[in-house]
């Protein structure tokens, strides 16, 4: 049976628009995928519906469909997103009403049982306004195995929408589980779109960028390997790196487990075929846990913030003095129940511009009472105006405080989450949970799920000599968010002449101590190391650096993007010998 071509056109609600009609009209495809939901949209998403109780699905899906849905009929190319979020069976409708008005005969299904919101005290979740469950991809398959053109989902993983195809074409059971683990790793690179194409990549310089990138395709064969490559003509490049750059992000252990298998990120082998061809070999699989996610989301309260601008000379002092003075006005009435300040010298001594010497001070307050972060917080600062530290001035006035979020996980057993397809005709189709699941010892829950610990050889002779230079010299990384945790992947260029050589020494110098040195916000964050040899890579999860999770974060990077790329641009002692040239002798 041949391999099957899937692409993505949808990385996160909000991506390129047009992505779907390019994906169709660039070349051969029997799928296209779309990946809209994450945490903070899960909350996005339960604000629209209280809004409107007919939402609670991403709408710019529609405007997708609406412009390609035709397109993609007169191809034969099948649609799954798991776009329908809170609300998946309004959107089939949606859908369906588009199709009659255009005159188009598509069997469109979807797929419920996720929302367990309306069952939140029964399974001790506690009040929420989303509680969603991960599910699989077996609803999937089967809705496409009875010729649904278009599927529609809720919260299902990530990567589900990628492998529900693979299992409706190849006709794969719950135990071909290398099979479905090969499937989840193509359809974990695939998800975030052009994050597999050369996006937010830490080797952009050597990527071609001046046309947009092209979204990833996976072509999955019959026992589970996989191509990841992309149309031709388009921006971007899919390379060995790049991969690697999508198969570490937002990772936890390299046990990545998922309701319809346990993948081992780390028996996976990657190798270049071509241009733009990187074929993903070896992916072993696991029986899935007893218990499947569940993403929470609540409303934590009220919060607002405002940016001070300090400028010149004294910054730690003028720090002081606006803190002190905002705290006794906090004093004379009531106190938010939350205050944070942070100071970001991003000042530098004699600046030759004034935003050179400008230093940021951030107060961020929380609050159940909205009145107290928006008009008593708001009041406090503003009368300070002509009344504290010298060159007072703020990015933006503070305004009236907005609802934040908190995310939690919970985790609850497979057979107590509904997994139901419903069909064009409206026939509902049970589907089972998995009959074989892990041994105690790999969960149940899968924060416990066990690691797969590697021992780095000794370091030879050539590790003594060193300069010191930023780690990013030496290595690519990507970092993300899971919950209020951070990842962080780190792994050798795929060209580095003495690639085995320099994963040797980055396996033994990168360990929790020395992370929590070079990360400082992490001086005193619970710090797990996870080694990946097959790429050559080390995954960093740094716990709690997020507190409650993206909506909630103060830190200026609540989603910890940028995290990767802090730590390479940390100086370390690296081994003259594993660094280029250049740069090894302009360290000396």
Known sequence: MTAIRIGNCSGYYGDRLGAMREMLEGGDLDYLTGDYLAELTMLILGRDRIRDDSLGYARTFVRQMTDSMALAKELGVKIVANAGGLNPSALAAKLRGIAAGQGLELTIA????????????????????TANAYLGAFGIAAALQSGADV????????????????????????DDLDRLAGAV??????????????????????????IPLGFPIAEIDADGSVVITKHEGTGGTVTVDTVTAQLVYEIGSPLYLGPDVSTRLDSVALSQLGPDRVAITGAVGDPPPATTKVCLNEIGGHRNSVELLLTGLDIPQKAALVQQQLEAAFAVGARPD???????????????????????????????????????????????????????????????????????????????VPHVVVHADGRREDVAPPTVVASPEV???????????????????????????????????????????????????????????AYAW???????????????????????????????????????????????????????????????????????????????????
Not at 112 to 126: K, S, V
Not at 366 to 395: C, E, I, M, N, T
């Open 185 to 210: 790793v193509a359809g974990h690179v695939i998800e975030c779109g052009t994050q597999a194409t050369g996006g937010n990549f830490s080797g952009f310089t050597d990527v071609d960028m001046s």
């Open 506 to 588: 980055l396996v033994e110098f990168l360990d929790a101590a020395t992370v929590r040195e070079l990360l400082t916000e992490a001086a005193t964050l619970d710090v797990e190391i996870h080694p990946m040899p097959n790429l050559a890579a080390v995954n960093i999860v740094i716990h709690g650096l997020l507190g409650e999770g993206v909506a909630s974060s103060t830190r200026f990077d609540p989603q910890a993007k940028g995290v990767g790329e802090w730590l390479r641009a940390r100086d370390c002692a690296i081994p003259t010998t594993l660094l280029p040239t250049p740069i090894a002798e302009a360290s000396l």
């Open 338 to 416: 939350s205050v944070e300040w942070h100071l970001d010298r991003t000042d530098t001594a004699d600046p030759a511009t004034e935003a050179q010497g400008t230093a940021l001070l951030r107060c961020h307050v929380k609050s159940a009472d909205p009145d107290l972060v928006g008009r008593v917080f708001s009041d406090a600062v503003v009368q300070l105006a002509l009344a504290s530290y010298p060159g007072f001035s703020v990015s933006r006035p503070p305004a009236a405080g907005t609802p934040y979020g908190i995310y939690r996980a919970a985790y609850v057993p497979q057979s107590e």
């Open 151 to 174: 599927v529609v989902t809720g919260r299902v993983t990530d990567a589900s929408v990628v492998v529900g195809p693979a299992i409706a074409h190849f006709g794969w059971g719950r």
């Open 110 to 129: 979807h797929v419920e049982g996720d929302d367990l919101r309306e069952r939140a005290g029964e399974l001790e979740l506690g009040p929420v306004l």
């Open 443 to 501: 969960g149940p829950e899968w924060p416990e799920a066990a690691t797969h610990e590697t021992t780095s050889e000794p370091l030879g002779d050539w590790a003594a000599d060193t300069v010191r230079a930023p780690l990013g010299r030496l290595v690519h990384a990507r970092s993300g968010d899971k919950g209020g945790d951070a990842n962080v992947g780190v792994w050798v260029p795929a060209d580095h002449p003495a690639r085995d050589d």
